[in-house]
């Protein structure tokens, strides 16, 4: 089956620029997205990506994909307290319902 | 709108027992999705339905689970009998169509003992 991968963890000062990082293997993905899941809760989608933009900017997150090499990363800037929880990556098949979604990222943000 | 409902929140049973699990997706989405989560699998797709009608449930682990949605309004997760690996986070979620965003509810937090 296809298969999204993160790093488990990563830890920012506050103020600072978070980068999480994601690779992928289902070069028939037509969508890539980000969810973030805080303590106790459900997921919710912060942001998501066509397969053929490269970039994608909403506020304080960039998302950038490199089809190519099948690498999509989420930019936090300016990383507050409120940002620490656990990020997830996935990607949608061509045609298919489907998400397949990443481990997680636990993204902590220290003051 | 309430969001995507699950019930209970937690759960602790014992091996053996049955166990159900109950969502109701947010009102006009054609699509619901089952989802478990624990630390070893991270989060796996179970089955989804659309329209009431179950379409995918080759993420379903074994026979001892099964899933039904007898109206647009609710769905439920059957696990018979439960055992202790199935103690995990079970998500559900809904979306209006196939590719839209999909809305997660705040999980079901199962312990078997």
């Known amino acids: 089956g296809e298969d999204v991968e993160q790093s488990l963890f990563l830890s920012v000062r506050e103020g600072d620029s978070s980068v999480i990082n994601c690779t992928y293997t289902?070069?028939?993905?037509?969508?890539l997205y980000w969810y973030k899941q805080e303590p106790g809760a459900g997921l919710q989608l912060l942001t998501y990506?066509?397969?053929?933009?490269d970039m994608k900017q909403d506020q304080r997150l960039t998302v950038l994909l490199n089809k190519k090499d099948k690498h999509l990363s989420l930019r936090i800037a300016d990383t507050q307290t409120g940002d620490s929880a656990i990020y997830f990556c996935?990607?949608?098949?061509?045609?298919?319902?489907?998400?397949?979604f990443g481990t997680g990222t636990q993204l902590k943000v220290e003051l | 709108d309430a969001g995507v409902i699950q019930s209970p929140r937690h759960e602790v049973t014992e091996m053996g027992q049955e166990v159900t699990l109950r969502c109701k997706p947010i009102s006009g989405h054609d699509y619901l999705f089952w989802y478990r989560q624990t630390m070893m699998r991270g989060l796996e797709l179970l089955i989804y339905f659309n329209n009431n009608v179950p379409i995918d449930d080759s993420g379903m682990p074994e026979d001892r689970f099964s899933a039904k949605m007898p109206n647009a309004s609710f769905s439920t997760l059957k696990i018979q009998p439960s055992e202790p690996r199935d103690s995990a986070v079970y998500f559900c979620a809904s979306s209006v169509s196939g590719g839209d965003e999909q809305f997660f509810g705040p999980g079901t937090r199962l312990t078997v003992l």
């Open positions: 996935a990607e949608r098949g061509g045609g298919g319902n489907k998400l397949t």
């Open positions: 289902d070069s028939s993905s037509t969508y």
């Open positions: 990506i066509f397969s053929n933009m």
